[in-house]
């Protein structure tokens, strides 16, 4: 499947529409194209949609073209591994649940002014599409939003603001607990399943987590070569797939 296939033509109107909250509007063209040339991440695919869009009556003098983006985040299109591996976990499931039901959920119950609102779901992009294997979200780069350089610790400002968005997030999800009187994952049961870990020997998530131990293994088999002298190199062969085997025990929901 191309990139150019990811959607048709009836669902960039609905987007459109979504996006411009009316429907008076002629679809030119559009096209959707990678965000890069570079893989940006392993787990899905991140494009661009552009749309040119004329509105109004284009038969009357008033009607303009004009030129609308998004951006898409796609289960891997062209990599068959990449999008098995990435259609087992559940992770895309949340993404959609997020997007659909529960932000909306959760908004329901903020109390702020609508200067905090805006500032606290700022960096939520608005959801214009979604299906089971692609978002279509606001594309916050032309908010001026970018990603930083992943080889540059954050400084501190940049850390208090990471910090206070995960506090904001944790409080929203107490308040809603609260309100509610039930929990977010009696709720939605989802949110309490593991992403990335499966214990079932048949999906893909075990079997690479399985060849990950392998390779493990053969890495410590060469510590002694290049670190002679190392201690506990025996006894981390022996601890290594028991401890890898705790994981799937240790990330059950609690109870608590």
Not at 60 to 77: D, I, N, W, Y
Request: aromatic share 8%; net charge neutral; hydrophobic share 35%.
């Amino acid at each position: 499947m191309s990139s150019t296939s990811s959607l048709s033509r009836e669902e960039c109107r609905q987007i459109v529409k979504r996006h411009l909250q009316r429907d008076d509007f002629e679809l030119a063209w559009f096209a959707v194209a990678p965000l890069s040339s570079d893989m940006k991440g392993f787990m899905g695919d991140h494009l661009k949609l552009r749309v040119s869009v004329s509105l109004g009556d284009r038969e009357r003098e008033g009607a303009k073209t004009t030129e609308l983006q998004f951006f898409v985040k796609s289960v891997p299109l062209d990599d068959i591994f990449r999008r098995n591996l990435a259609m087992s976990t559940t992770g895309y499931q949340k993404e959609i649940l997020f997007y659909g039901d529960l932000l909306r959920d959760v908004q329901k119950h903020l109390r702020c002014s609508e200067y905090e609102a805006a500032t606290y779901l700022g960096t939520v992009p608005k959801c214009y599409y979604l299906r089971p294997d692609l978002l279509v979200l606001e594309d916050l780069a032309l908010a001026g939003y970018h990603m930083l350089d992943p080889k540059k610790p954050l400084d501190v400002r940049q850390c208090e603001c990471v910090l206070k968005a995960l506090a904001r997030l944790q409080a929203t999800s107490i308040v809603f607990e609260e309100r509610e009187g039930r929990r977010l994952s009696d709720k939605y049961p989802l949110l309490a399943e593991e992403s990335l870990f499966c214990s079932k020997s048949d999906s893909q998530l075990y079997i690479a987590h399985s060849i990950s131990r392998r390779d493990t293994h053969d890495l410590l088999d060469l510590v002694p070569r290049f670190a002679p002298g190392t201690p506990h190199n025996r006894s981390l062969h022996s601890l290594l797939d028991t401890a890898m085997e705790s994981v799937y025990e240790l990330l059950k929901p609690s109870g608590k």
